[in-house]
């Protein structure tokens, strides 16, 4: 379980004498239980990226506390791998290597297992013949599913995703959404997924939040049944609804 | 860190993308080099430019000027002497040296700097001074302090060359792009790993356009400490024949000079090719 208490953080900026404080999130509390599928929408500078950073332990919280699975963040850690919003794949490994990264850097099998489990990965994000390829002779699509691979290889408990499609067309991005979802339905975990859509939030999760200034003003189940189709899905009187709903809120 | 057991993946489920193998000739492979467009360009210009030269050349004075064959018959001349070779010898000894110190010192400070940011910011505005310096300013200083020997030449070419490769190593690792430090962290990395698997091979870029860079001012350090005090090796060999109006005998040791640079170069960047497959 992932629990924000009485969240919040700040970051200063020098203006000439005078520091300026900008409240980017919070305080907020959310609690999202094991194997939620959560999608956090907002506009950009509403504290999205920034709640996804501290649950990663990449920034500290200004006040308040985060706990995951009962123990306060500390610093980053395998249990939370992220895919970022550009893949950040490391351009002098191979589609392979590169999956390989977290096996390699976080130390929790050894060189040969780290291949094989690679491998399965790759095979899981239909990249095995890439495997040899480096990231730059990949298309966009085909990156983020080297990033997502790289995230799940590590078999964390909880996903965070900080707007992985972002950068896609609207077509290959409900199509990995698709994949995406495909994969959490065989695998599940929790997942905290950042993003601008509201159609991509509601189409994935379980349980949309929305942010605006750094504050939940809203948290609102997705009643849409599972496995859920993403083509035939957005046709759900219910999903017009809910997306009429949020859109509002932003 | 919480403790982890790695479970299976679930099975193929998504389509595969689909390639296709097909592995060049020896022949294709030195034919697609070959054959470019640019590179008869490049043998016609420089047929050009040698023509010119040799008419031009052969119709001035021989004071003020050479031809090309008179400059290949002169190297001739030089190489069956052997002075070209003692004199390059003796050129590339005190440029390898200085290089080489200055490398290793460079990118081993530079690494440093920014690693430990405190060192690197303590040390940073001394380090811009000594870059901005006209090292050659220094070199009567250099003459009293070591003298007119190799080690005076050899520190004129580090001097030259060191903070050009420091500050590239420096601004590569304070350049790291903070996403692909965000990724290593992630998954909890160690600082020597950081330093190893991250930092290290994401610096290389900026590494090796300060050794190239450096190349070119080592060059230039070794031949002006050759000309303006040591009076030795290649730079001896262009002073003394200028001076009794040898034209042909200063260009092929000019032009010698002028290669080293460039074999220097291109060595370099074939390390850079070698160690960089993936840019390509």
Redesign the interface.
Known sequence: MIALLDLSRSFDAGHGRDVITTRALGPLTLSVPDLQFVAVVGRSGSGKTTLLRLI???IKPSSGDIL??G?PVT????????V?Q?S?L?????VEANVR?????????SRQ?ARE?AG??L????????ARH?P?QLSGG?QQ?VGLA?A?A????HLLMDEPFGSLDAILRRELGG?LL??WE??RRTVIFVTHSVEEALMLADRVVVLRHGRIVRDLPVELPRPRDPEAVVEELNFMQLRRELLELL | ??E????????????????ETRRLSQRARLLRRVSARERTLQLALLVVVLGLWEWFGSRASNFSFAPPTRIVAAAGDMIESGELQSALADSLLALMLGFVFAAAGGVAVGYAMGWWRTLGRTLDPFVAALYVVPMAALIPAMIVWFGLGLASRVIVVFLFCVFEILLSAYAGVKNV?P??L?????????RA?LLR??VF??T?PFMFVGLRMGASRALKGMIVAEMLFAVTGLGRLIIINAQTFRMDRVLVAAITVALIGVLLTAVLQGIERRV?R??E
């Open positions: 990663a332990g990449l995951v699975d123990r610093g980053p850690g395998p249990d939370r791998a992220v970022f550009q950040a490391y351009p002098w490994r191979t990264l977290g096996l390699e850097l976080s130390r929790l099998v297992e489990i399965r990965y095979a899981l994000v239909g990249l095995t013949e890439f480096y730059h085909m599913r790289r799940l590590v078999s964390p408990a994949e495909r994969i065989q695998k | 860190m919480t982890q057991r790695v479970e299976s993946p679930p099975t193929l489920i998504a389509a595969p993308a689909r390639t792009d996403y692909v965000d990724v290593a962290r992630t998954f909890g990395v160690t790993d698997k991250v091979p994401a290389l960089m993936w840019r």
